[in-house]
């Protein structure tokens, strides 16, 4: 059996996860339907500055935690 290389395994708020490979972490948000704004991400245990999700790259076993806002009253 082949292994798909047009993804990778990662884990994602404490799961394992397929995501497509060569996603940014601004990328793997919006295919998450998660507003980069709203988002705080912390990548292999460090917080990621907002403005670079966009250049940030998702690698093979990387971890990732998303903590996402929501409004309310």
Known sequence: M???TATIRVRV???DREITRGLTV???LESLE???GMVVVELNREILERDSYGETDVS???TLELVHF???G
């Open 2 to 4: 082949a292994t798909d």
């Open 13 to 15: 708020n404490g799961k």
């Open 26 to 28: 601004r990328g793997l």
């Open 34 to 36: 998660l507003h980069p």
């Open 60 to 62: 093979p076993g990387d």
């Open 70 to 72: 929501v409004g309310g």
